[in-house]
């Protein structure tokens, strides 16, 4: 039997809102000390990455585990095993142009999904990183995307 998948706050709810505070709150000082605050995370790397909301048209920026995969930055797009997609992934993919900070470096990058024959060998590179991806994928019937981040 698969693990029970995490329960997600409720739009709106004080859970959601906290949550939300947290993420601005780690955004802003991995901004101000150039990713040497919040720069980490189970031996990977942070990145920003801004996304415009595809209805709202409001911008965005969510912290993000990445993998390097030579001048790519490699994503997944988990939301650790819900059945839904991450609201980043569905804004990136209609909105594809967009920026990323790695440390103190701001760049212009293309989003895109991985194809089928890149996946395995970037999803290897993921998991080699963060193995909880495969309990993830464990925890949903929905095939999780795999974000390749090319430079612009």
């Known amino acids: 039997m698969a693990p029970t998948?995490?329960?997600?706050?409720?739009?709106g709810s004080f859970k959601a809102k906290l949550?939300?505070?947290?993420?601005?709150?780690?955004?802003?000082?991995?901004?101000?000390?150039g990713g040497r605050i919040g720069g980490k995370l189970a031996g990977g790397q942070i990145l920003l990455v801004d996304?415009?909301?595809r209805k709202s048209g409001t911008e965005r920026t969510t912290p993000l585990l990445f993998v390097p995969d030579g001048d790519n930055r490699i994503l997944i797009a988990s939301r650790g095993g819900s059945d839904a997609t991450p609201a980043w992934w569905i804004n990136?993919?209609?909105?594809?142009a967009t920026t990323i900070q790695v440390g103190s470096e701001r760049i212009e990058v293309q989003a895109r999904q991985a194809?089928?024959?890149?996946k395995p060998r970037l999803w290897g590179?993921?998991?080699?990183?963060y193995p909880?991806?495969?309990?993830?994928?464990?925890r949903t019937?929905?095939?999780i995307p795999v974000v390749v981040l090319e430079p612009r």
Do not use: C, W
């Open 19 to 33: 949550t939300l505070a947290m993420i601005g709150v780690h955004t802003r000082l991995y901004r101000l000390s």
């Open 125 to 129: 590179l993921a998991t080699a990183v």
């Open 92 to 96: 990136l993919k209609a909105n594809p």
């Open 51 to 53: 996304h415009v909301g």
């Open 5 to 11: 998948p995490p329960q997600f706050p409720a739009p």
């Open 132 to 138: 909880d991806y495969d309990l993830y994928q464990s």
């Open 115 to 118: 194809t089928a024959e890149e």
């Open 141 to 143: 019937e929905r095939e």
